[in-house]
């Protein structure tokens, strides 16, 4: 029984790439410093799996950047503002791509799936020329081959790259990437043709966007693509790779009848509906299934039984020998090795698995199927299994009663949201476009000191307690001084708006190393979320409190949604989602409850991340959208009419949703905005009526530009055009943490300005 990896993480256990990167970026080390430290982490991947047992090791999963903009090179479908000449794609032009440089921006970069990857997205024009200006595929293959690894050498399929792309500028409308099939495929043949020689008698293509709602005319580019393809293919076996979801019926039969294919890749874990499918509608014979049963985007330890129990399901329908014991998806979507943790308590480790230990897993699988089971691995795993099942550390039956009793119901407040906003006016008293920030203040490296050095115990908690209260008191004088209607505290004592609540919440853990590579050489480091969550206590009241008594202007109390810390945490996958997110939406509503009765008459409810949890295939949105809203609305739904509730979302792209968002019934929202007016506004003009507030941001804060009173008011005007001057706010894009001083201070100046100017001409 044999073995497989769809993929695995590139930064290494230690981060090791995104040091090199970024160390080569700022020109403190050369192209063969990177280079080494490529060669090295590569190095040790394959011989990791190959010392583990794996059968089909990948290669060519290696990147610098992004496997998408690795194919792009692969392609040589450079967009012309970078000037390449042709030849070998070098760093240069593949970090400008990735990055820009100082004359030309970078390409665009969108969320891969609904991962929080994001990959760099080709742009593509009608005349387009493709030619081969990236080995890397085969010589990493090569490279391997000379360590004694024979690999699966991985490409981005021809169609997922072409329904990955978009339209260059100005040929939006015209132009479908898609048309480019015929013109991208010689390539793919080249590189295949290569592998070929250089030994490989395995492929890999990667074709995700399977899973998701296909039109007839894009299955039909799969089918006609591998008949393309096929005869370069012959003499390979050729494994086409799905992932995150399940394979639709109809593109189920279109995929399993590819020519010149004679292996299919599945998530098992996302995708129970496919193994429903192979079961009832059959699997082609004599062609391999690569069971994806181990979950790659999840950082526990797989349930070994009931895996081995699906494998064998599955060995009767395709035969002993053509069941491939596989991952879900690419390992890159969790956590490189437990090992590195040193911190977690043994209890908790023993539930988990990262990367390293999912190879492990995978091979104990197949060894089993094969007759060869490790029954002291096997017993192990099946008594962590049941420790996680039964502990009193995962379990607490009151929150999950409480929980339990949310689903099915409805939780709102009880009045309109237009006469909620008259009792709220008559208590805050307001000037028309109101003016606020959203939270953060800039992060000094000052501020970073003093709250690591409170965690390591340097600094007493007397000390830590004046500093940042020094720090809020600064920035609420700021804030008076510049004359803005409703305050923020600045948030100094947090350093990231998920794992500031996570350590004071129950059933959240925390990694030291289990970073997980976001863009290039960023990384994020979710907190584990392994049982019921509860508050023990309040969170943020202490430091809200000292705010508001600081300054006769309202405070905004600032906290994030339950939907945000669902969908930026590792979540457990012994209950659904849903439930898990009630739970923290309970705890949030104790919060906010303390915030009111602490006096804090406005209190911000940040969902971020709402949008970035909608599921992948349209079928499932409102069911997502209704318990992700309804969970926002539990937090709130208790508070007096008096009491303002503020929500943010960090996105422009919500047509589609805006419905959902006018459900959640915050009192405000403010939202991403600066850089796609136009789109926003849109969705009012077409007469979508909104009654609550709504401070679409008038600046960006993503760029160190300062934006002119002018360019402002302008801006805003725009927004009355389509907007109740009642309703409107003025707010910049999203916080401010990561901005100077030296910016901010001007940028809000000019903000404040511009209102002014515009109330005195209403
Ligand atoms: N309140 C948070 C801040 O201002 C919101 C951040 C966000 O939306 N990502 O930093
Ligand atoms: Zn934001």
């Avoid at 290669?59 to 042709?86: C, E, H, I, K």
């Avoid at 879900?328 to 490189?336: I, K, Q």
């Amino acid at each position: 029984m044999a073995s497989h990896i769809v993929g695995y993480p590139r930064m290494g256990p230690k981060r090791e790439l995104k040091f090199a990167l970024e160390s080569f970026w700022d020109k403190k080390s050369g192209a063969e410093d990177l280079e080494k430290v490529a060669t090295d982490l590569r190095a040790s991947i394959w011989k990791q799996m190959s010392e583990a047992g794996i059968k089909y090791i990948p290669s060519n999963t290696f990147s610098y950047y992004d496997q998408v903009l690795d194919t792009t090179a692969m392609l040589g479908a450079v967009p012309d503002r970078y000037s390449w000449t042709g030849g070998e794609i070098g760093h240069d032009t593949y970090f400008s791509m990735a990055r820009g440089n100082a004359i030309v921006p970078a390409m665009e970069m969108t969320k891969w799936f609904d991962t929080n990857y994001h990959f760099i997205v080709p742009e593509l024009a009608p005349e387009t020329k493709f030619s081969y200006a990236s080995h890397k595929a085969v010589s990493e293959y090569k490279e391997a081959k000379a360590l004694g690894v024979d690999t699966v050498p991985v490409l981005v399929g021809p169609v997922s790259y072409l329904l990955l792309s978009k339209a260059a500028k100005g040929v939006e409308k015209s132009f479908s990437p898609l048309s480019l099939l015929s013109g991208i495929l010689p390539i793919y043949k080249e590189v295949v043709a290569e592998l070929k020689a250089a030994g490989a008698s395995w492929i890999q293509f990667d074709e995700p966007t399977l899973v998701k709602d296909l039109a007839a005319h894009e299955l039909a580019a799969f089918s006609s693509a591998y008949a393309e393809l096929e005869p370069t293919l012959s003499g390979l076996n050729v494994l086409v790779e799905t992932y995150f979801a399940d394979v639709p019926a109809e593109s189920y039969k279109t995929l399993t009848s590819l020519s010149g294919v004679t292996a299919y890749g599945f998530d098992l874990v996302r995708g129970t509906k496919t193994l429903d499918l192979v079961k009832s509608a059959g699997f082609p014979s004599g062609k391999y299934l690569f069971a994806g049963v181990v979950d790659g985007r999840n950082i526990w330890a797989d349930d070994l039984a009931a895996s081995l129990s699906t494998l064998q399901s599955l060995e009767t329908v395709v035969g002993k020998d053509k069941l491939v014991v596989s991952t879900s998806c690419s390992l890159m979507h969790t956590a490189v090795d437990l090992v590195n943790e040193t911190k977690l308590d043994s209890e908790i480790k023993s539930w988990l698995a990262f990367a390293a230990q999912k190879v492990v897993e995978v091979d104990a699988l197949a060894k089993a199927l094969a007759g060869q089971k490790d029954e002291a691995y096997f017993a192990a795993n099946a008594a962590a299994q049941a420790s996680r099942r039964s502990s009193p550390r995962v379990n607490n039956e009151e929150v999950q009663k409480a929980a339990a009793a949310l689903k099915g119901s409805d939780h709102r407040r009880a009045t309109t949201v237009s006469s909620r906003l008259d009792a709220q006016q008559k208590k805050l008293n307001l000037p028309v476009l109101p003016t606020t920030t959203i939270g953060s203040f800039p992060q000094t490296v000052e501020l970073r000191r003093v709250r690591r050095e409170y965690k390591a115990k340097k600094v007493t908690e007397e000390e830590y307690v004046k500093a940042i209260e020094e720090e809020i008191r600064k920035v609420v004088k700021i804030q008076e001084d510049l004359d803005i209607d409703v305050l923020v505290h600045g948030e100094p004592e947090r350093n990231d708006m998920v794992e500031y609540f996570g350590e004071q919440l129950s059933g959240f853990a925390f990694t030291a190393n289990g970073w997980v590579q976001s863009y290039g050489s960023r990384c994020v480091k979710p907190p584990i979320i392994y049982g019921d969550v509860s508050r023990p206590k309040a969170m943020t009241v202490f430091w809200s409190k000292m705010a508001q008594d600081m300054t006769p202007r309202p405070m905004k109390g600032m906290l994030t949604g339950p939907v945000t810390i669902l969908n930026w945490s590792f979540v457990r996958n012994d209950q659904p989602r849903f439930e898990t997110c009630y739970q923290i939406a309970l705890a949030i509503k104790k919060e906010v409850e303390d915030l009111e009765a602490a006096g804090i008459q406005v209190i911000q409810i940040d969902e971020a991340a709402l949008r970035e949890g909608l599921p992948l295939r349209k079928s499932e949105h409102a069911f997502y959208l209704d318990w992700a809203v309804h969970s926002f609305r539990i937090t709130n739904c208790g508070v007096q009419d008096t009491t303002q509730i503020h929500t943010h979302m960090c996105y422009s792209n919500f047509n589609d949703i805006i419905l959902s968002i006018i459900n959640m019934d915050a009192d405000v929202i403010t939202i991403e905005n600066s850089r796609s007016d136009e789109k926003l506004l849109s969705v009012f003009r077409e007469g979508v009526t909104y009654g609550a507030g709504i401070g679409p941001g008038v600046y960006d804060i993503h760029s160190p530009r300062i934006p002119s009173t002018e360019e402002i008011a302008d801006r805003v005007n725009k927004m009355l055009a389509v907007l109740d001057t009642n309703i409107l706010w003025v707010n910049p894009d999203c916080g401010l943490k990561t901005r100077k001083y030296a910016e901010v201070m001007p940028a809000l100046t000019a903000m404040v300005n511009a209102a002014k100017l515009i109330r005195t001409q209403l």
